[in-house]
């Protein structure tokens, strides 16, 4: 009785039906944005032994829900990220632009460094070691640097939608779940795929991109980046669709 006394104050929006839309709208949100963190850990996974990969997965996508959680414990200090602490080229640029920049910059170079390593996998080698011989340890620590960008872009998202925090930590606890189904499913079709690889990789340089020209002050809508990938990926399965059709001719004429 206590316990429902105590709850009851933070989930008084079940009988308000505008919070239920926020709340739909904010998972669908979540579970939209969640598709770039996916995509690196299915690529970043791919490259530990086989026996390790579901293991990664379960967890980074784990300590990355906990991170989250976290998070919005702090949500005060995080809204604060926005404001502006030193101003260069005539933009203010605050923590999370900073943040953001990061973010973008280290996807761009992950990005560069693995579509070199997949069309020359022989040249320069030695530099490579570290990528084919990377550890659990360090795969996890890649997808918490990563997540902490995406978390607390979305988390300031979800601030000027809603702010009821028990809708935000519904939606966070459920769109990573999601995560935690998909990430084994889209992982295994990339490693079977190996243009998926080519073209995951391109979405991760676009997504950098896209982190650090919002972070400069230059907004693009998420809606152009997932139709442009989108269209990609609808591009690559005609493609894929069309070599199966080619193999299967192939193997009749036989």
Known sequence: MQLVEFLAPHFHFVS????????????????????????????????????????????????ALIMRLVLLATISIIVQLTAPVFTAFGHGFSWRDLILIAGGLFLVWKATKEIHHTVDPQDHQDTMVGTLQMSLAGAIFQILLLDLVFSIDSIITAVGMTDEIAIMYIAVIVAVSVMMLAATPLANFIAKNPSIVMLALGFLLMIGMT???????YHVPKGYIYAAMGFSALVEGLNMLARHRKKQRSGEGH
């Open 16 to 63: 308000d039906p505008t919070a239920w839309v926020a709340l739909l709208t904010l998972v669908v949100l979540e579970v939209v944005l969640g598709i770039d963190n996916l995509i690196f850990i299915s690529i970043l996974t791919n490259k530990l032994p086989e026996a390790q990969r579901a293991r990664a997965r379960r967890l980074g996508i784990s300590a």
């Open 211 to 217: 982190l650090i020209a919002d972070g400069m002050g």
